[in-house]
């Protein structure tokens, strides 16, 4: 990096402040706007730092691929704008010798990679292929996600709203890892974005055009990056919609609509995804999720020597249905409660095995002040929780299973993580055990919000 490297970087952390100021206005409550004020500076923060680590410390992905490559693509339209159309160009059916490095041959050849490769280029022409501005381009993609996804609890919740800032903006491993060109980045803001565009689609009068683009924008992003997440995730926020409409808005023919349109939705889905989900699953599961785990791990033993932090979920898995179904429970462990503080070899390890020391000790504490009996009955008679939680513990389960290597496991854990401590949270909070904390001025979480449900029903 050069000294231009950094005046564009501090360029457009002003370009986004003044931006800041300009619809934090919309936020009449002091609480709201400390924390987005607050959670911007920690993402920028985030790309400074995430920035310095990869080019000095622990190179990656971002540094050997996503980055070159963006730029030589970047370079190659810069040079001939006709060559725009790449943009519109499949993995497939793209010639990859236009960006050269031989030896990663292949790797672009999947749409998952292919895209985050144009995002790059595309973000290139604004800050004139500047690594550290490109960082905080997506770092800035993943915080507008992720303060959707606060939006989206705190205007149901909003006594909550100290704990939805925690586990949504200031965690430190989701934000370090959440900060630069990588593909759990993007798929963070968009689990945020269709969120809170899906809810806003059937419970709010207004901006139904904005919310559907970018439903349309990011679904069409997380399906394309990272299918798994996707799969795994929309199901369970469809069943919360469905549940929570049910409980709130009397029988009659609206309300049949719109019910049918959520269920019809997830059918469609699915439907139109079931070719492309066997292609694509084979880049990410191989098309089988038993086999998918011995593939991962396969790979990752391969690697063991020159890793140097594996490690083993201590249960034996032959390839059987059995042996991943009492593999499971250590997989969820791992996934969320390690590595351990004994287990971390590295820095950023060493970073993530306290947040998830914390993460244990909380689950043992919530655990132990509603009492076991209260502790399950409450998760079951509460859809919210319910949806937070299982997706948590089904994407903790895959990632477990696949992934034994602590590097990339606090990595790829980041979206379950802050659903697990918000699904924790809603226990206390459902069997008065947590103080809920009111706004210093009670009004609506957001000036005008149309939202057609009252607050802490579900």
Request: net charge positive; hydrophobic share 50%.
């Amino acid at each position: 990096m050069d000294i231009f490297d950094y005046l564009v970087f501090i360029f457009y952390v002003v370009i986004f402040y003044l931006i800041l100021l300009f619809r934090q206005k919309k936020y009449d409550i002091p609480e709201i706007r400390k924390y987005y004020k607050y959670g911007f500076w920690v993402k920028v923060a985030g790309a400074f730092a995430y920035s310095l680590f990869v080019l000095n410390s622990v190179p990656g992905d971002t540094s050997y691929l996503y980055f070159p490559f963006g730029m030589n693509l970047y370079k190659i339209m810069l040079h001939d704008f006709s060559n725009l159309k790449i943009f519109f160009t499949s993995a497939a059916n793209f010639d990859e010798s236009f960006l050269g490095d031989v030896p990663n041959v292949g790797y672009m050849t999947s749409d998952s990679n292919f895209i985050i490769v144009k995002i790059v280029a595309l973000i290139g022409f604004l800050t004139f292929g500047k690594f550290m501005a490109i960082n905080l381009f997506f770092s800035i993609i993943a915080f507008t996600g992720m303060w959707r996804l606060f939006l989206f609890f705190n205007e149901q919740f909003p006594k909550l709203h100290k704990g939805f800032a925690i586990a949504l903006l200031f965690l430190p491993n989701m934000i370090f890892w959440s900060s630069g060109i990588l593909k759990d980045t993007i798929c963070l803001g968009a689990l945020g974005w269709i969120t809170y565009s899906t809810y806003h689609l059937f419970f709010t009068k207004d901006r139904k055009i904005k919310n559907l683009i970018a439903l349309i924008v990011f679904g069409y992003l997380l399906f394309t990056i990272k299918i798994y997440i996707f799969l795994s995730y929309y199901p369970f926020l469809l069943l919360y919609l469905i549940l929570k409409y049910l409980s709130i808005i009397r029988l009659n023919l609206k309300k049949v609509l719109i019910v049918s349109s959520l269920i019809a939705t997830g059918i469609f889905i699915y439907y139109k995804s079931s070719d492309a989900t066997e292609i694509m699953l084979s880049e990410h599961l191989t098309g089988d999720l038993i086999q998918s785990v011995m593939s991962y791990q396969e790979s990752y033993s391969n690697l063991e020597v020159r890793a140097g932090s594996n490690f083993s979920l201590g249960v034996e898995f032959d390839g059987s249905v059995s042996s991943f179904i009492k593999m499971a429970p250590a997989a969820m462990f791992a996934t969320l409660y390690r590595p351990f503080v004994w287990e971390a070899k590295k820095a950023a390890a060493l970073a993530a095995s306290v947040e998830s020391l914390f993460i244990l000790l909380f689950t043992i504490f919530v655990f132990f002040r509603v009492g076991p009996f209260k502790f399950f009955i409450t998760i079951i008679k509460r859809p919210v929780i319910l949806y937070c939680l299982l997706f948590a513990l089904a994407f903790s389960v895959f990632i477990g299973a696949t992934t034994p290597n602590f590097g990339s496991l606090v990595r790829y854990k980041t979206p379950a993580i802050p659903f697990y401590i918000i699904s924790l949270i809603f226990i206390l909070y459902y069997n008065n055990k947590i103080k809920s904390i009111p706004y210093k001025k009670e009004v609506d979480p957001i000036q005008n919000n149309n939202l057609l449900v009252g607050n802490d029903s579900n």
